[in-house]
């Protein structure tokens, strides 16, 4: 994990315009910093956003979004004009594997031809050319490559889950966001998925977002990790670190939160839910929930700081840690 | 607590025929059935939490619907309070029903939208006829105070797209309390919710045990049953592998697939890491079942012998396993 | 308010906003008030000769006089009554009957589905034009007559319509649910999978208006119609079988058939309009490819 990054978000911000004036805000100002090979969990509950952040990335957002920010991919901003600059990198640089991708394949078309089409349509491979190329995918992924000549539904569903990410392989991108990719799986299969992301990333040097809610997942496959709460990043660091001393409450609380087949500790809740996202609120989205408030936490929306090696957080907590304030 | 068990199920089995078609009945095509229960024993004693945890496939929810005869077993039986309910036709269920009841795995899906939460809590009193009006608004606001619904007033008028996920699980299970049954089935009751909310839940079902209830639950998540459970029984291809004392079960499994099932769970501390045993491809098809130890293709320390017994549970070490190799 | 309040108040809205739900339901509605309106509203008497046969449209007869000498305004008002009375009395029966097998086949499932559904099948083959010859030769031309043989022969589409309905409804969770309590499948059925079938009923009923007032106006054509009620379909028959064509009185044979083609498109488009209003929305955020809008990235807030 050297030299620069191969993806840097900066500042993104994405708006829903729901009519009659009303505008939700799902993702305010979130950033991710992905260097080549590192894998990042992006870890957030339903709602926070995260979903919402990769689809922005690909491009891939209904006619009522807006975006704003900065995507940095090698440097280049590939956001700044819109579709237009988007769609040379959509797949051939960055690939998504969906939430319930395995689902996602078209039941009439053997698995072999749905590939190659993704190939065909991004200009890299076809023909035969195409073909020899989805056999490869396919036995990077685990399948036997004279298996593409099969439909999805002869497939069982950890199968198709790797088919999907063949799919992703297919244009060689430098990024691959994946999103809940094993939350349908039994924890056999999961375990295996993981595995195969693991070792894709370090044999070829891709660069993973893993999104899910799921932490032991982060925890165990993941070096670094992105908390996201209500639309932003509220904690961000290595994993060991974001375990180890969590600086934001929710962090915290979520660890809590998860039961552990090793844990001792019972489990804790975090009571109330989410704030809505479609009006602006006054200090930092977290405090009706947290267990450390003080004063500050309502007045004033904390911004994402150093808190320790290449470890940043969103609160005022931490933040008057550094400061040698007391708490 | 009573020493005779509120669920006792003994041998139970639930087969489901495949539909030969035209073609296979004219070719006279041997009928093929899916397993999917195929011989369990278990009990639940009040005041106990039982986890049945295993993969998909594996027959835990089936088990689920037996006990609450939702389905009719095509053997076996299962005692609720003593009383083998299999057998027993659906006017002679009626009052059982009161004894057991189940907490569905949707929130979103287990409440009728046309329904504010007092008509749903309120609905199981009207069907077995409890009470007059004044005792059933009196039942049903005690019912979502148990549930965690507090104060109910708050909660009464509201409709199910009004609350949240935890607080719809909350509805059903006040709406199975009502009843003040002896017996809860929890299917997955927290898998379709947040993480933060968990917790809240399962704490839920924790204190109900401890006021007497008993409760099976069936999850596939390992660290829940491990946090939560009494006992844990370990199901694969429609039978029990490894059963017993949950942490017991956890810390020292003593069947391959159990031990293999546990290596592969992640842990919430990065520093935990281990050698995941990672089983290749996935469970069968309960169709087609492997003679001798079901398990016997996917194990790694199986042998021809394996392929011509098949185990029962035996004790091993403290709780109990269905292998030949211990 | 109920979710289902909630989701009634949005078809309502997206009616309102549909033209062809506008248009369908306001022809409907003045067609309705005519008939409703007919004894006042009406020029001349409905039994009332005032002139000679097939008299050409004039100030005092806009639509001319028909084969009898009756003033045809009038005759259409009134005939506006018994082709509505006659579609929506037959539309009531086969949505009766449907939804009935339809709810019948469609939550018991099994072989009792298997049997409603063949008799479906059965009652589907049966052609119409025979049976009504056969009924009106046997039990005579009678209004009470024809409305039933409507409704027997239209239900069919309903209990298909309504038993793919009931299936998906009854898988649902809280039906499980409550059957897990011990509810009767007559509670079940009444308090649970009626009240989430009942819009579509609506929406299938007023297209089963549509079909039955043409297919009165066809029985009526065919001479098998009641001949002591003036439907338009009898006006149409009464002017064709007195030669309205050879005399070159289209005023006695064009304003009826016109009247059935509006009203039942309307019918139609009202109907439609409702089961689209009803169907859940299909406006899933797709993942596709679309234009997104850029925006410049906001300031930082000042409170942070």
């Known amino acids: 994990m050297s030299g620069a990054p191969v993806l840097e978000v900066q500042d993104l911000h994405v708006w829903f315009d729901l009519g009659q004036g009303r505008e939700l805000h799902p993702v305010q100002g979130a950033g991710i910093t992905l260097d080549r090979g590192e894998r990042m969990g992006l870890v957030g509950e339903s709602g926070c956003g995260k979903t919402t952040v990769s689809l922005a990335l690909m491009g891939l957002l209904p006619p009522n979004a807006s975006v704003a920010g900065r995507v940095l991919l090698d440097g280049e901003d590939i956001l700044a004009g819109g579709e237009e600059t988007l769609r040379p990198h959509r797949w051939n640089d960055i690939a998504m594997v969906f939430q319930g991708a395995m689902n996602a394949f078209n039941p009439v078309k053997r698995i072999g031809d749905q590939i190659c089409e993704a190939m065909e349509l991004h200009a890299v491979a076809r023909g035969r050319a195409a073909e020899t190329r989805c056999g490869e995918l396919l036995e990077l992924v685990g399948i036997r490559a004279e298996r593409a000549r099969r439909f999805p539904h002869e497939f069982s569903g950890g199968m198709r889950q790797r088919a999907a990410i063949a799919m992703a392989l297919a244009c060689n991108p430098r990024v691959l966001l994946a999103d809940e990719p094993t939350t349908a799986l039994d924890v056999m299969v999961q375990a295996q998925i993981l595995q195969l992301l693991q070792q894709i990333s370090d044999d070829l040097g891709l660069a993973i977002v893993l999104i899910t809610h799921d932490l032991p997942i982060v925890a165990q496959t993941c070096q670094t990790a992105s908390v996201m709460y209500a639309g932003r990043i509220v904690e961000v660091g290595p994993t060991v670190a974001l375990h180890d001393a969590p600086r934001h409450p929710y962090t915290r609380m979520l660890f809590a939160a998860t039961p552990d087949l090793a844990g001792t500790a019972g489990v804790v809740s975090i009571p109330g839910a989410p704030p809505r996202l479609d009006r602006e609120l006054a200090g930092c989205p977290f405090a009706p929930r947290c267990d450390s408030t003080f004063a500050t936490c309502t007045e004033r929306l904390p911004r994402l700081l150093p808190v320790g090696d290449d470890h940043l957080a969103a609160c005022h907590l931490a933040a008057g840690h550094l400061a040698g304030r007391p708490a | 607590m009573s020493d005779a068990p509120l669920l006792e199920v003994r041998d139970l089995q639930v087969h489901y025929p495949l539909p030969r078609g035209l073609a296979g009945t004219l070719a006279r095509r041997e009928e093929r059935v899916v397993r999917a229960v195929d011989g369990i024993s278990l009990t639940v004693a009040a005041g106990e939490l039982v986890a049945l945890v295993g993969e998909s496939g594996c027959g835990k929810t089936t088990t689920a619907q037996a006990v609450m005869r939702m389905l009719v077993p095509q053997a076996g039986s299962v005692e609720i309070d003593g009383r083998d309910i299999a057998p027993l036709s659906e006017r002679a269920l009626r009052p059982v029903r009161r004894e057991a009841q189940i907490v569905f795995q949707d929130p979103y899906e287990s409440l009728d939208p046309r329904y504010r939460v007092r008509d749903t809590v309120v609905e199981p009193l009207v069907i077995h006829r409890i009470g007059s009006r004044e005792d059933r608004t009196e039942r049903v606001r005690e019912a979502l105070e148990r549930a965690g619904l507090s104060p109910a007033e708050l909660y009464l008028d509201r409709f199910p797209h009004e609350l949240s996920g935890g607080q719809r699980q909350r509805v059903a299970i006040a709406a199975s309390l009502v009843l003040e049954p002896k017996l809860l089935v929890a299917d997955e009751p927290v898998s379709m919710l947040d993480v933060s909310v968990r917790a809240g839940i399962l704490d839920l079902l924790d204190g109900l045990r401890r006021g007497g209830l008993g409760i099976l639950m069936i999850t596939h998540d390992l660290s829940t049953a491990t946090q939560y459970a009494d006992r844990i029984m370990v199901m694969y291809l429609g039978r029990i592998v490894e059963e017993g004392p949950a942490r017991e079960v956890v810390g020292n499994p003593r069947h391959p697939y159990t031990q293999a099932l546990i290596s592969v769970v992640p842990r919430r501390d990065p520093h935990d890491r281990r050698q995941p045993q990672i089983l290749q491809g996935e469970t069968p098809n309960p169709v087609d079942i492997p003679a001798g130890c079901r398990f016997h293709p996917r194990c790694p320390i199986g042998d021809d012998g394996c392929r011509a017994v098949d185990p029962h549970l035996e004790p091993t070490q403290g709780h109990r396993a269905a292998c030949i190799k211990l | ?304």
Do not use: C
């Open chain 3, 1 to 304: 308010m109920s979710a289902n309040r909630v989701r009634d108040n949005a078809v309502f809205a997206a009616l309102r906003g549909s033209p062809q739900a506008v248009f369908g339901g306001t022809v409907l509605a003045i067609v309705v008030l005519i008939a409703v309106l007919a004894s006042w509203i009406a020029p001349y008497g409905e039994h009332q000769r005032v002139g000679e046969v097939f008299a050409h449209p004039s100030t005092s007869h806009w639509l001319g006089l028909d084969d009898g000498g009756f003033d045809m305004l009038t005759l259409m008002m009134y005939g506006a009554r018994v082709s509505l009375i006659v579609g929506f009395a037959a539309a009531l029966v086969a949505m009766v009957i449907g939804g009935a097998v339809g709810i019948v086949a469609g939550f018991f499932g099994g072989k009792i589905d298997t049997l409603l559904m063949r008799l479906t099948d059965y009652f589907l083959a049966i052609p119409d034009v025979p049976l009504m010859i056969v009924v009106a030769a046997i039990w005579g031309r009678s209004l009470r007559n024809i409305i039933l043989i409507i409704g027997a022969i239209y239900w069919t589409s309903t209990a298909r319509v309504v038993r793919a309905q009931v299936k998906s409804v009854r898988e649902r969770g809280y039906i499980r649910r409550t059957r897990v309590i011990g509810a009767s499948n007559t509670r079940l059925i009444m308090r649970h999978v009626l009240p989430q079938v009942a819009p579509l009923l609506v929406a299938t009923g007023v297209l089963m208006v549509a079909y039955a007032i043409f297919a009165e106006t066809a029985i009526a054509f065919l001479g098998l119609g009641d001949p002591s009620a003036v439907s338009w379909g009898l006006l149409i028959e009464n002017a064709f079988s007195r030669d309205a064509v050879t005399v070159g009185a289209w005023w006695a044979i064009v304003p009826p058939g016109i009247a059935v083609a509006i009203v039942v498109v309307s019918l139609t488009m009202l109907g439609t309009a409702i089961e689209d209003a009803l169907n859940p929305r299909l406006r899933v955020s797709h993942v596709s490819v679309r234009r997104f809008r850029l925006r410049p990235i906001p300031p930082p807030r000042e409170d942070a």
